[in-house]
């Protein structure tokens, strides 16, 4: 993506309603929240319509956001995995992120420190993965993750880190699934476990360029 596909881009995701939500929270933190990473999260969850939403790497709860306002109803349960390497005291901004927004007043959330304790929330339709981006700690995210029975993995900075992408690839290969890719300022890449085009196809319809299938041939 150049430069300028990239600024139109960014400057169209400020004006989506995710992104506004997103400027209007207590904890912004540092300024990569103005990059184009989050309304493309918000429209993969309003095709989806999850019910439930966790995150490996929420560090203040920006995508989580992003995923909860874009179906036409927020989901009921929101988790996440978050030990606060990168931001001091970032699970208490994650909940206040998350109950500064009325929709959310009433849905359950669940902080976990570590990545296996992930699975005490049982069941995520939506997971997403941005947490430890070596090689080992993004498969061992990703495995995580499946056994949490997703609709949906989404991975994010696939074209920034070698590593996640090489990850996410091999994980691709094991489920025999495709592994699609969306152009945005770091990558955004996502496995759909029910194995249909649902996501390509809705995202397309929406102005987004269709996602591309990556080749899993090593």
Known sequence: ???????????????????????????????????????????????????????????????????????????????WVDDESHTADSNRCVRENLRSIPALSHTRL?????????????????????????????????????????RVIVIDDMDAIREVREASLNFARWLKLPLWHVGTHNGLGYLDLSGTEEIADGLERMGYHRPDSLPLTP
């Open 110 to 150: 669940s902080p976990y420190l570590n990545t296996f304790d992930a699975l005490a929330f049982r069941q995520a339709d939506l997971v997403a993965v941005d947490s430890d981006h070596s090689l080992d700690g993004t498969m061992r995210d990703l495995l995580v993750a499946y056994r949490l029975k997703p």
């Open 1 to 79: 993506m150049n430069d300028g596909d990239w600024l139109e881009r960014r400057n169209k995701a400020m004006k989506h309603p995710a992104q506004q939500a997103i400027e209007g929270l207590p904890h912004l933190g540092g300024g990569h929240w103005v990059y184009d990473l989050y309304p493309v999260r918000g429209d993969i969850a309003r095709i989806v319509e999850p019910c439930s939403v966790f995150e490996f790497g929420a560090m203040l709860g920006w995508a989580l956001v992003a995923f909860a306002l874009g179906p036409e109803k927020p989901p009921t349960r929101i988790g």
